[in-house]
């Protein structure tokens, strides 16, 4: 049973940085074809794609949040971090990060939400 589980602060205040980290349980960040990815929601934006690295460490971003978010990983550990640099309290979402595929997804986190506050 492949599990993820997103760690990450409280409250983030505007300016600073947002850092989040997924850990896997139950499979490795580097198995063949599976791309790890963090996924956010809003109730005004609805779900947006933020970014992923792959098994072989390869990233790739939202070109909207191109310039303020970095993906990097600890293998040995099972974990993937997300930094959202440069917060405003548009970035109040929940936080998912998922496995999946180029096809589908096939596990997601519960979820963190993070609220930006001043």
């Known amino acids: 049973q492949v599990q993820l589980q997103e760690s990450g602060p409280g409250l983030v205040k505007p300016s600073q940085t947002l850092s989040l980290t997924c850990t896997v349980f139950g499979d490795s960040i580097t198995t063949n074809l599976y791309y790890w990815e963090w996924i956010r929601q809003s109730p005004w934006k609805g779900l947006e794609w933020m970014g992923a690295?792959?098994?072989?460490?390869?990233?790739y971003y939202s070109p909207s949040l191109k310039s303020r978010t970095s993906l990097s990983r600890d293998t040995a550990k099972t974990q993937f971090t997300l930094q959202l640099s440069s917060v405003t309290p548009e970035d109040t979402d929940v936080y998912y990060c998922v496995r999946g595929n180029s096809a589908s997804i096939h596990y997601w986190g519960q979820g963190t939400k993070v609220p930006v506050s001043s």
């Open positions: 690295i792959d098994y072989k460490g390869t990233t």
